[in-house]
């Protein structure tokens, strides 16, 4: 399956500011997700990123508010604007499963704290 | 959309013993269910799945199970072990590489 890396793992932030979280994959992968896990929660995805074309965002998130970008077949950024504590979580990114295998893979996580 | 309900959210058990988490899904055209263990501070990783057309599928002490008919699916993990403590997470997935929805995941404990 995919390795995939994530960074920051972590991080402290200030209200009204904005993080960038990158997601580096080492195979190419045509979809990319992003997931938020708010603290004791399951995951809810916030968006798909394919390479080319703008991320198909879920009810509730905005490009505004989540803008991602997608420069190639191995790479992703998510950026959370604006912050309030309210977007204290931690935000996976994940891949597709290789050949026959649908499930996904996740990253470590990025979790995120806004004070 | 599909909405997949997990069951219990926390479940003690002593070491060699059995523990069984239940998952229920609500959209007929899912037809792939993974299971994800999640330790502290981890992604979710990836522990078994099943396809629609199969029954039960087992990799070593993890087994799952599905019905289609009545819509559950259920993980099964026995002579459990103190490295099995963590959250699991059911899902639904459609066919292909559609939206995946998770469940409200359980917390294992496995007690020494």
């Known amino acids: 399956s995919a390795v995939i890396s994530q960074k920051p793992s972590r991080d402290i932030c200030q209200r009204g500011t904005s993080l960038t979280i990158q997601c580096q994959v080492d195979?190419?992968?045509?979809?990319m997700f992003w997931y938020r896990q708010q603290p004791g929660q399951s995951l809810t995805l916030i968006a798909t990123a394919n390479q080319g074309s703008e991320a198909t965002y879920e009810s509730g998130f905005v490009i505004d508010k989540f803008p991602i970008s997608r420069p190639n077949l191995t790479f992703s950024t998510l950026t959370v604007s604006n912050m309030s504590p309210e977007d204290s979580s931690i935000y996976l990114c994940?891949?597709?499963?290789?050949?026959?295998?649908?499930?996904?893979?996740f990253g470590s996580g990025t979790r995120l704290t806004v004070v | 959309g599909e909405n997949v309900e997990q069951h219990p959210s926390t479940l003690s058990v002593q070491e060699g013993d059995s523990a069984v988490i239940k998952c229920t899904y609500s959209d007929s055209a899912s037809n792939y269910f993974p299971w994800y263990k999640q330790e502290l501070g981890k992604g979710p990783q990836l522990i078994i799945d099943?396809?629609?057309?199969?029954g039960e599928k087992k990799d070593q002490r993890i087994a799952v199970t599905l019905n289609k008919t009545a819509k559950h699916f259920s993980l099964h993990i026995t002579e459990t072990q103190p490295e099995d403590s963590a959250v699991y997470f059911c899902?639904?997935?459609?066919?292909?590489?559609?939206?995946?929805?998770f469940g409200t995941g359980t917390k294992l404990q496995v007690i020494p």
């Open positions: 195979s190419q992968v045509t979809m």
């Open positions: 099943i396809r629609s057309n199969v």
């Open positions: 994940s891949v597709e499963g290789q050949d026959t295998n649908y499930g996904y893979t």
């Open positions: 899902a639904g997935q459609g066919g292909g590489y559609q939206k995946v929805t």
